[in-house]
């Protein structure tokens, strides 16, 4: 308030010392206004006084210019910045709004696990940590004694049962000659002995009907006894023959003694082949081409049937991508997908989307969530999608199992 009351004082015009003057006698006598009339028409009249106003120093008003323009520019900038932000984000969404991508994704292949089939003392160590070997080649060698004497052993029992087996065809040749043979004698002792036994009761009935007198007692003992003996010799031709009527029975036993011998020809020869794939085993080979991992065998251990001794990844390697349920609404196979290495900034991938796995990941855990009792929070799932690489690999450049990779998935 005082420094406009100052402005203001410096606005008015001055008084004179002679106006002062006249103004201290104004209430004096009638003469007196008199006087003062005279004298003001005697004195010349001075020219009204013009406002006077303070000019401010060159350098504030420099400033409080530079000020606003400052202010100005300010105000620019700050709109340029907001219509710029809007700009880029309006782009960047038009860029990707077909566009998928998580940094919830892995590098993913085949691990092949090796582990011998037979047990033993390892004799030789034929690869190093991450050696890259082809399929075939040697591995581990387990010492091979013990398999080569078990394989040695098995030959001599497929020799023996095959030795047998001759001998059982051997007899059952001579059974199918030998018991019809023995079937025919007995059937032709069988004629001689009846023959003999007709003579002998003709030689009986004879002496019965012809006079006493005409024959003699001894002669009537001995046809008696013919007859007998005849007859004894027709049981006796009879139990024979019935012996040899078993040919069909004689024959399927010499059969079955032939089937008995090649099963044991076919398990001998069963024994013969496990002792050389035992012995076979002992050469522990990669069954596939890949790079030797998780190595935990060395030359001199003793390792047993089935015990995991290294790791075999194999040359192939895809991308598994957990992405939200959300994210799959547009998402197809064959899909091309961007992949981006964090291990490798600088290698650019491309591939596509080869399949969704029908169902999230937490549903083929080991205790899958069970939602139908107690409370309920719902969580965003996961769902595992298989990419497959189809260019921009280095082969210089190993892409372990399990690294962390960024997809892109194109929609369109």
């Known amino acids: 308030m005082a420094g406009y009351d100052e402005d203001l004082s410096e606005t008015l015009p001055k008084e004179t010392p002679r106006e002062r003057a006249d103004a201290a006698t104004a209430g004096s006598a009638g003469g007196a206004g008199a006087a003062k009339v005279k004298l003001e028409a005697e004195t010349p009249v001075e020219a009204p006084a013009q406002p006077v106003t303070r000019e401010r120093p060159a350098e504030q008003t420099e400033a409080d210019r530079s000020k606003r323009r400052r202010s100005v520019l300010g105000r620019m900038v700050l709109l340029l910045a907001i219509l710029g932000l809007i700009g880029g984000g309006t782009y960047y969404w038009y860029l990707t709004k077909d566009e998928e991508t998580t940094d919830d994704a892995y590098t993913d292949g085949r691990a092949v696990m090796i582990a011998p089939q037979v047990s033993g003392y390892v004799v030789n160590l034929a690869v190093n940590d991450n050696q890259f070997v082809h399929r075939g080649q040697l591995l581990v060698k387990i010492d091979p004694r013990l398999y080569s004497a078990a394989k040695a052993q098995a030959e001599a029992q497929l020799a023996l049962a095959e030795a047998q087996l001759r001998a059982a065809r051997a007899n059952l040749d001579l059974a199918r000659v030998t018991y019809p043979a023995r079937l025919a004698g007995a059937d032709a002792a069988l004629e001689v002995a009846k023959a003999q036994q007709w003579k002998a009761n003709a030689d009986y009935q004879r002496q019965q009907r012809i006079n006493r007198a005409a024959t003699t007692q001894e002669v009537i003992d001995a046809v008696t006894a013919a007859l007998r003996q005849a007859s004894a010799q027709v049981q006796q031709a ?126 083929f855990t080991a205790f899958p969530p069970e939602n139908a009792t107690g409370n309920f929070v719902k969580i965003v799932q996961r769902v595992p999608v298989k990419i497959v690489i189809d260019k921009g690999l280095d082969p210089k450049l190993p892409l372990p199992l399990g690294i962390s990779v960024e997809p892109t998935v194109r929609l369109k």
């Open 238 to 363: 009879e139990a024979q023959r019935q012996e040899a009527a078993t040919v069909p029975q004689q024959i399927a036993v010499a059969e079955a003694q032939v089937h008995q011998a090649e099963a044991q020809v076919v398990a001998a020869r069963a024994q013969l082949d496990q002792a050389i794939l035992n012995l076979g085993y002992t050469n522990v080979v990669a069954p596939q081409d890949g790079w030797v991992t998780k190595r935990n065998v060395e030359q001199g251990n003793f390792v047993a049937a089935g015990t995991q001794i290294m790791a075999l990844v194999t040359p192939e390697v895809w991308i598994t991508a957990n992405f939200k349920e959300s994210q799959l609404a547009r998402m197809r196979p064959g899909q091309k997908v961007a992949i981006h290495v964090d291990a490798y900034p600088f290698l650019d991938l491309l591939g596509h989307v080869d399949s969704i796995q029908l169902g999230s990941g937490s549903k």
